[in-house]
């Protein structure tokens, strides 16, 4: 029988609620999550329990087994509690400006030290849980960036009938391939070469939605 003293296996209850909690149950929240994020980053998900958790944060042992179930469960908290926020796109007043803004944003994110943002996406590929959150959290940010798009249509730099979703990729890729895939370091240049390929590209109707009728 499982018990709160043996790690649970994923997948045996299903992921938190997602809500916004106040008083003591946002600060327990906040101190759990903050040791995950720190037990992950210096141990990696090998190295990552549900005692070091709950030593380090402070909170009992029960309660961190009773609200998250298991390793998976607390991943998947982190990678929602991002998505808890009022983030916005830059607006810089063009479509070039916009995504290079946002390709630099996210090329510090993932140089920053301890590097939270690399090892959390690194744990999606070993969790199921944090997968479908770490999926939640992209679908979120780039609803959140379609707006670039829409106002660079409205502007016309770019034709009416873009598909936002593959140009964001288009314009963003290069910073994960990079980073992620490749573990170069930084490149200042990157994020403004990566936004100005793409914006010439969208400008050109690379992006260009197919029409049913015609099947383009």
């Known amino acids: 029988m499982i018990t709160p003293t043996d790690p649970e296996p994923e997948g045996t209850r299903p992921p938190p609620t997602r809500s916004r909690p106040g008083g003591r149950t946002a600060r327990i929240r906040a101190q759990v999550l903050d040791a995950v994020r720190a037990e992950l980053c ?9 005692d070091a958790v709950a030593a380090r944060s402070g909170v009992h042992r029960t309660t961190v087994y009773r609200r998250w179930g298991d390793i998976g469960g607390l991943l998947a908290d982190v ?10 796109p830059p607006d810089t007043g063009s479509l070039e400006g916009d995504l290079a803004a946002l390709n630099q944003e996210i090329q510090t994110a993932m140089a ?14 070993r969790s199921e849980k944090a997968a479908h959150a770490q999926q939640r959290l992209w679908e979120d940010r780039y609803a959140r960036c379609e707006i670039v798009v829409s106002r660079a249509v ?6 009416p009938r873009t598909d936002a979703r593959r140009l964001l990729i ?12 490749l573990r170069t370091p930084p490149d200042p240049q990157l994020p403004g070469h990566a936004a100005r ?7 050109a109707g690379a992006f260009a939605e197919s029409r049913p009728e015609d099947g383009t």
């Open 42 to 50: 210096e141990h990696g998900y090998d190295g990552l329990t549900m």
């Open 154 to 159: 409205r502007r016309g730099e770019l034709p």
């Open 170 to 181: 288009a314009a963003t890729a290069p910073l994960y391939h990079q980073l992620v895939l």
């Open 79 to 88: 990678l929602d509690a991002a998505s808890d926020d009022d983030w916005q």
């Open 197 to 203: 390929t793409a914006a010439l590209a969208a400008a």
């Open 112 to 125: 920053a030290e301890p590097p939270i943002m690399a090892a959390l996406i690194a744990a999606s590929f």
